[in-house]
């Protein structure tokens, strides 16, 4: 069965740090990767997505992510990030049946 | 695209009484997911549809759980005999047969019971 871990449960970073949240799965099948967002009292929203092609994937906001097969990972990063980034981050993994395995999230707060 | 609705928004309902969630997919969507999330955790899988047809459900969802998708339009999740650890936020998510497009989630229903 497919799973996915998140070691970072809660990050603090001031404004313009560099962002890096860790994201590990476990699936045999191929692999389609998503990073989702929820913003306080908002609905998951989606980041960005890892079908194939290009490891390293863009998505809104300014936010990156790259697939590495080798380490079962898919870490999301972020250059500089800003107050309205506070919210929290969800790792998932697709499985065939198109059923979406997320992992616990990452809650990051940013300070000013 | 008017987004995935969820009614109600927020549901008190004493232990066990049953209770009943809607959600309205985006319309040219043709499947319909069910998740539960509970403090601290990700959204669980419950079980999902392809139009009308429920194609999977989680061991997570017990036999006080049901779920239907009338001619492949909205879904309702029915909760019989409510207990205290059925308390969290479900969401309705709705995605179209390209997959590539991700999936789109509803605000969600917080249940809390009481």
């Known amino acids: 069965a497919q799973s996915v871990s998140q070691h970072n449960h809660h990050v603090i970073l001031s404004e313009a740090a560099s962002l890096e949240l860790g994201c590990n799965y476990s699936y045999g099948g191929t692999v389609n990767l998503f990073w989702y967002v929820q913003y306080p009292g908002q609905h998951l929203q989606l980041l960005l997505k890892y079908f194939s092609g290009d490891p390293l994937v863009k998505g809104i906001k300014g936010f990156e992510a790259e697939f590495i097969k080798s380490k079962f990972s898919f870490n999301l990063r972020k250059p500089s990030v800003q107050w309205s980034d506070t919210a929290e981050y969800f790792c998932a993994v697709l499985d065939t049946a198109s059923k979406l395995t997320f992992g616990t999230g990452t809650r990051l707060q940013v300070t000013l | 695209d008017t987004g995935v609705s969820q009614d109600p928004r927020h549901k008190i309902t004493k232990r066990g009484q049953n209770v009943t969630f809607r959600c309205d997919p985006i319309s040219e969507h043709n499947r319909l997911y069910w998740y539960r999330q509970t403090l601290g955790q990700g959204p669980e899988f419950l079980t999902y549809?392809?139009?009308?047809?429920?194609?999977?459900k989680s061991r997570l969802l017990s036999d006080r759980f049901s779920a239907e998708r009338p001619k492949g339009s909205f879904s309702t999740l029915e909760i019989q005999r409510t207990e205290q650890g059925d308390s969290a936020m479900y969401l309705c998510?709705?995605?179209?047969?390209?997959?590539?497009?991700?999936?789109?989630f509803g605000s969600g229903t917080r249940l809390t019971v009481v």
């Open positions: 549809f392809q139009n009308e047809a429920q194609l999977e």
């Open positions: 998510a709705s995605t179209s047969w390209d997959r590539g497009r991700g999936y789109t």
